[in-house]
Protein backbone atom coordinates (compact mmCIF):
# COMPACT_ATOMS: atom_id res chain seq x y z
CA UNK A 1 0.00 0.00 0.00
CA UNK A 2 0.80 3.74 -0.46
CA UNK A 3 0.22 6.68 1.74
CA UNK A 4 0.83 10.15 0.64
CA UNK A 5 2.60 12.58 3.30
CA UNK A 6 2.09 15.84 3.63
CA UNK A 7 5.26 17.72 4.43
CA UNK A 8 5.41 21.02 6.77
CA UNK A 9 8.15 22.55 8.09
CA UNK A 10 11.71 21.03 8.67
CA UNK A 11 10.28 17.85 7.12
CA UNK A 12 9.91 19.36 3.70
CA UNK A 13 13.70 18.97 3.04
CA UNK A 14 12.61 15.23 2.53
CA UNK A 15 10.88 16.11 -0.98
CA UNK A 16 10.92 18.89 -3.53
CA UNK A 17 7.18 18.69 -3.84
CA UNK A 18 4.90 19.18 -0.50
CA UNK A 19 4.47 15.43 -0.08
CA UNK A 20 6.47 13.05 0.04
CA UNK A 21 4.48 9.00 -1.61
CA UNK A 22 5.38 6.29 0.95
CA UNK A 23 5.23 2.34 0.03
CA UNK A 24 3.86 0.41 3.03
CA UNK A 25 3.23 -3.30 3.97
CA UNK A 26 -0.86 -3.37 4.04
CA UNK A 27 -1.89 -2.98 7.55
CA UNK A 28 0.41 -0.36 8.91
CA UNK A 29 0.06 1.86 11.41
CA UNK A 30 1.91 5.36 11.90
CA UNK A 31 4.75 3.28 13.95
CA UNK A 32 5.52 2.09 11.11
CA UNK A 33 5.90 5.33 9.12
CA UNK A 34 8.28 6.47 11.58
CA UNK A 35 10.85 3.40 10.98
CA UNK A 36 10.35 4.11 7.24
CA UNK A 37 11.05 8.14 7.79
CA UNK A 38 14.24 6.62 10.29
CA UNK A 39 15.45 4.70 7.08
CA UNK A 40 15.20 7.56 4.99
CA UNK A 41 17.01 9.91 7.11
CA UNK A 42 19.83 7.56 7.81
CA UNK A 43 20.40 7.05 4.27
CA UNK A 44 19.87 10.48 2.65
CA UNK A 45 20.09 13.30 5.07
CA UNK A 46 22.29 12.12 7.67
CA UNK A 47 23.79 15.32 7.57
CA UNK A 48 20.75 17.38 7.87
CA UNK A 49 19.34 18.36 11.65
CA UNK A 50 16.89 15.78 11.15
CA UNK A 51 17.70 12.84 13.18
CA UNK A 52 15.01 13.60 15.98
CA UNK A 53 12.39 13.81 13.81
CA UNK A 54 10.64 10.87 13.29
CA UNK A 55 10.54 10.57 17.11
CA UNK A 56 9.78 14.05 17.92
CA UNK A 57 7.04 14.77 15.05
CA UNK A 58 3.12 13.98 15.14
CA UNK A 59 1.24 13.28 12.52
CA UNK A 60 -2.75 14.38 11.60
CA UNK A 61 -5.61 12.44 9.84
CA UNK A 62 -7.59 14.12 6.87
CA UNK A 63 -9.61 15.51 9.84
CA UNK A 64 -6.55 17.59 10.98
CA UNK A 65 -6.69 15.57 14.21
CA UNK A 66 -3.21 13.97 15.62
CA UNK A 67 -3.32 10.47 15.45
CA UNK A 68 -1.37 7.79 17.65
CA UNK A 69 0.89 4.98 17.10
CA UNK A 70 -1.65 2.39 16.39
CA UNK A 71 -3.61 4.43 14.36
CA UNK A 72 -3.76 1.79 11.06
CA UNK A 73 -3.65 3.36 7.97
CA UNK A 74 -5.48 3.13 4.74
CA UNK A 75 -4.09 2.63 0.90
CA UNK A 76 -3.68 6.08 -0.41
CA UNK A 77 -4.81 7.54 2.89
CA UNK A 78 -3.27 11.59 3.00
CA UNK A 79 -1.77 12.26 6.29
CA UNK A 80 0.55 15.22 7.25
CA UNK A 81 3.48 15.44 9.05
CA UNK A 82 3.60 18.31 11.99
CA UNK A 83 7.46 18.58 13.06
CA UNK A 84 7.74 20.43 16.79
CA UNK A 85 5.85 23.83 16.34
CA UNK A 86 7.21 27.17 17.29
CA UNK A 87 5.02 30.14 15.82
CA UNK A 88 4.73 33.46 17.15
CA UNK B 1 -18.97 38.79 16.41
CA UNK B 2 -16.25 39.19 18.96
CA UNK B 3 -13.28 36.84 17.77
CA UNK B 4 -11.45 37.56 14.70
CA UNK B 5 -8.57 34.99 13.87
CA UNK B 6 -6.60 34.96 10.33
CA UNK B 7 -3.51 33.68 9.04
CA UNK B 8 -2.24 36.68 6.45
CA UNK B 9 -0.07 35.86 3.62
CA UNK B 10 2.41 38.71 4.02
CA UNK B 11 4.02 38.65 0.69
CA UNK B 12 0.27 39.51 -0.68
CA UNK B 13 -0.97 41.60 2.77
CA UNK B 14 -0.05 43.36 5.83
CA UNK B 15 -0.83 42.57 9.49
CA UNK B 16 -2.55 45.73 10.52
CA UNK B 17 -2.71 47.60 14.00
CA UNK B 18 -5.33 49.95 12.81
CA UNK B 19 -7.63 47.05 11.94
CA UNK B 20 -7.46 45.08 15.15
CA UNK B 21 -7.85 48.54 17.07
CA UNK B 22 -11.18 48.78 15.01
CA UNK B 23 -12.07 45.38 15.56
CA UNK B 24 -11.42 45.61 19.51
CA UNK B 25 -12.70 48.83 19.88
CA UNK B 26 -16.46 48.63 22.05
CA UNK B 27 -17.67 51.61 24.77
CA UNK B 28 -18.39 48.36 27.07
CA UNK B 29 -14.56 48.08 27.03
CA UNK B 30 -12.05 49.91 29.71
CA UNK B 31 -9.36 48.20 28.22
CA UNK B 32 -7.18 47.39 25.44
CA UNK B 33 -4.40 45.13 24.95
CA UNK B 34 -2.67 44.83 22.13
CA UNK B 35 0.47 42.38 21.39
CA UNK B 36 2.94 42.75 18.33
CA UNK B 37 5.57 40.49 17.46
CA UNK B 38 8.37 41.35 14.90
CA UNK B 39 10.99 39.33 12.86
CA UNK B 40 14.20 41.03 14.58
CA UNK B 41 17.23 41.03 13.22
CA UNK B 42 19.55 38.62 15.39
CA UNK B 43 19.25 35.13 16.60
CA UNK B 44 21.58 33.35 18.74
CA UNK B 45 24.07 35.78 17.50
CA UNK B 46 23.12 35.03 14.01
CA UNK B 47 22.09 37.80 11.80
CA UNK B 48 18.82 37.09 10.79
CA UNK B 49 17.45 38.65 7.55
CA UNK B 50 14.21 37.23 7.26
CA UNK B 51 11.68 34.60 8.39
CA UNK B 52 9.50 32.47 6.84
CA UNK B 53 6.72 30.86 7.98
CA UNK B 54 5.16 27.62 6.94
CA UNK B 55 1.59 26.62 8.46
CA UNK B 56 -1.16 23.97 8.42
CA UNK B 57 -3.87 26.35 7.56
CA UNK B 58 -6.70 24.70 8.58
CA UNK B 59 -5.68 23.52 12.10
CA UNK B 60 -4.02 26.87 12.46
CA UNK B 61 -7.41 28.26 12.26
CA UNK B 62 -9.25 25.53 14.32
CA UNK B 63 -6.56 26.29 16.98
CA UNK B 64 -6.76 30.26 16.92
CA UNK B 65 -10.35 29.74 17.44
CA UNK B 66 -10.31 27.08 19.94
CA UNK B 67 -7.63 29.49 22.17
CA UNK B 68 -9.65 32.66 21.50
CA UNK B 69 -12.55 30.75 23.11
CA UNK B 70 -10.98 29.53 25.82
CA UNK B 71 -9.11 32.80 26.72
CA UNK B 72 -13.04 34.12 27.01
CA UNK B 73 -14.42 31.71 28.54
CA UNK B 74 -11.22 31.59 31.11
CA UNK B 75 -11.20 35.44 32.01
CA UNK B 76 -13.86 37.34 30.22
CA UNK B 77 -16.92 36.07 28.28
CA UNK B 78 -17.41 39.83 26.88
CA UNK B 79 -13.83 40.57 25.49
CA UNK B 80 -13.06 41.08 22.21
CA UNK B 81 -10.22 39.32 20.65
CA UNK B 82 -8.09 39.53 17.69
CA UNK B 83 -5.34 37.26 16.20
CA UNK B 84 -3.69 37.65 13.20
CA UNK B 85 -0.64 35.03 12.27
CA UNK B 86 1.80 35.93 9.39
CA UNK B 87 2.47 33.03 6.52
CA UNK B 88 5.20 33.00 4.18
CA UNK B 89 8.33 35.04 3.52
CA UNK B 90 8.78 38.05 6.11
CA UNK B 91 11.90 40.50 6.16
CA UNK B 92 13.15 41.82 9.32
CA UNK B 93 10.65 44.15 10.80
CA UNK B 94 7.36 42.66 9.59
CA UNK B 95 4.93 42.03 12.20
CA UNK B 96 4.63 38.14 12.54
CA UNK B 97 2.09 37.95 15.19
CA UNK B 98 -0.96 40.97 16.42
CA UNK B 99 -2.90 40.14 19.14
CA UNK B 100 -5.77 42.89 20.26
CA UNK B 101 -7.93 42.24 22.97
CA UNK B 102 -10.83 44.49 24.42
CA UNK B 103 -12.16 43.97 27.83
CA UNK B 104 -13.75 45.55 30.52
CA UNK B 105 -10.87 45.83 32.44
CA UNK B 106 -6.49 46.30 32.52
CA UNK B 107 -6.03 43.04 34.19
CA UNK B 108 -7.68 40.41 32.07
CA UNK B 109 -7.04 42.62 29.04
CA UNK B 110 -3.38 42.15 29.77
CA UNK B 111 -4.12 38.12 30.78
CA UNK B 112 -5.88 37.39 27.51
CA UNK B 113 -2.66 39.11 25.79
CA UNK B 114 -0.44 36.88 27.12
CA UNK B 115 -2.42 33.71 27.35
CA UNK B 116 -2.79 33.71 23.66
CA UNK B 117 0.80 34.17 22.52
CA UNK B 118 1.80 31.28 24.64
CA UNK B 119 -1.13 28.79 23.37
CA UNK B 120 -0.22 30.00 20.18
CA UNK B 121 3.09 29.17 20.74
CA UNK B 122 2.22 25.60 22.37
CA UNK B 123 -1.20 24.77 20.13
CA UNK B 124 -0.71 25.93 16.47
CA UNK B 125 1.10 24.24 13.72
CA UNK B 126 3.06 26.98 12.57
CA UNK B 127 6.91 26.51 11.87
CA UNK B 128 10.00 29.53 11.37
CA UNK B 129 12.65 28.97 9.04
CA UNK B 130 15.46 31.51 9.35
CA UNK B 131 17.25 33.40 6.88
CA UNK B 132 20.67 34.26 7.63
CA UNK B 133 23.15 37.20 5.95
CA UNK B 134 25.92 34.40 4.97
CA UNK B 135 23.25 32.87 3.14
CA UNK B 136 22.34 30.04 5.17
CA UNK B 137 18.82 28.82 6.76
CA UNK B 138 17.39 26.99 9.38
CA UNK B 139 14.21 25.45 10.52
CA UNK B 140 14.08 26.46 13.87
CA UNK B 141 13.27 23.79 16.75
CA UNK B 142 9.93 23.72 18.56
CA UNK B 143 7.41 22.25 20.78
CA UNK B 144 6.33 18.36 19.80
CA UNK B 145 2.45 17.61 19.35
CA UNK B 146 3.25 14.10 19.58
CA UNK B 147 1.16 12.81 22.53
CA UNK B 148 3.90 12.89 25.23
CA UNK B 149 3.08 9.12 26.36
CA UNK B 150 4.82 8.17 23.19
CA UNK B 151 8.21 9.67 23.81
Request: charged share 30%; proline share 3%.
Amino acid sequence: MEIQLKLYGSSKVLSDKDTLNIQLPNNSNIEKVRDILTKIISEKYSKSNLKNLPKTAAFFSEKDEVVNDNYKLKDKEFISIIPPIGGG
Amino acid sequence: MSIHTALVKIEEEKISSEKAKKFIVSEKNGAESIFIGRVRNENSGKKVTAVTYDAHDQAVIKSFQSICNDAKNKFDKHAKIFLEHAKGYAPVGEISILIAVGSGHRDEAFKICRYILEEVKHQSPIWKKEHYADGKEEWLPGHSLRPKKEI
